[in-house]
């Protein structure tokens, strides 16, 4: 049995995700990036992520040729930012990184400065599927801000976790009165 495409696009809405930016590129006029909710922790030894990026994306072809990217997860803060790197703003490659502060990692990377938390990566091993590549980074750098609120992707709008909490419910108790430590 095989799934509708549409289906599974539905369901996975209903699948709250980490917004990150990935972003690659050394030089100034050679930088691009791309929003995900396809970035997660692989190890902590060694230290590395993984990230899954469309082999149509502008960022693939450059995260190949570099052999470097940086993961930026987003903040309450960043929903244009995460809009303009998602191409719904008409901006494209280099030009994305007007909005934002931006520095470079070890590996040249660019990394969003006040990231909720930021990941330089070294490109360690590369996985293709039909549409998609599976990126392995191997971490050399990471930086975090300790009280920023993590935007979150969920049923095709971006949310901060008080939002999602005000708005769900668990049976008769009402999540707006429960902390995020009472999911642990």
């Not at 369901?11 to 909710?37: I, P």
């Not at 039909?130 to 191997?138: A, D």
């Amino acid at each position: 049995m095989t799934v509708d495409a549409k289906d599974f696009k539905q369901a996975m809405r209903q699948c709250a995700g980490a917004v990150a930016l990935v972003t690659v590129g050394a030089e100034h006029g050679k930088r691009t990036g791309l929003t995900v909710t396809s970035a997660c922790s692989l190890s902590d030894s060694p230290p590395s992520l993984i990230v899954c990026v469309n082999r149509n994306a502008s960022a693939h072809a450059r995260i190949r040729e570099e052999g470097a990217f940086a993961i930026n997860f987003l903040h309450e803060d960043h929903a244009l930012l995460a809009l303009t790197f998602s191409g719904q703003r008409g901006i494209n490659g280099d030009d994305r990184f007007a909005f934002g502060q931006w520095t470079r990692g070890a590996t040249g990377a660019p990394v969003l400065t006040d990231a909720v938390a930021a990941f330089d990566c070294v490109l360690a091993q590369e996985f293709e599927t039909t549409t998609h590549s599976i990126f392995v980074g191997e971490v050399r750098g990471a930086s975090h801000a300790a009280s920023a609120a993590p935007l979150v992707y969920l049923r095709g709008n971006f949310h901060t976790p008080h939002e999602i909490r005000e708005t769900v419910a668990l049976g008769d108790l009402d999540a707006r009165h429960l902390s995020w430590t009472d999911f642990s």
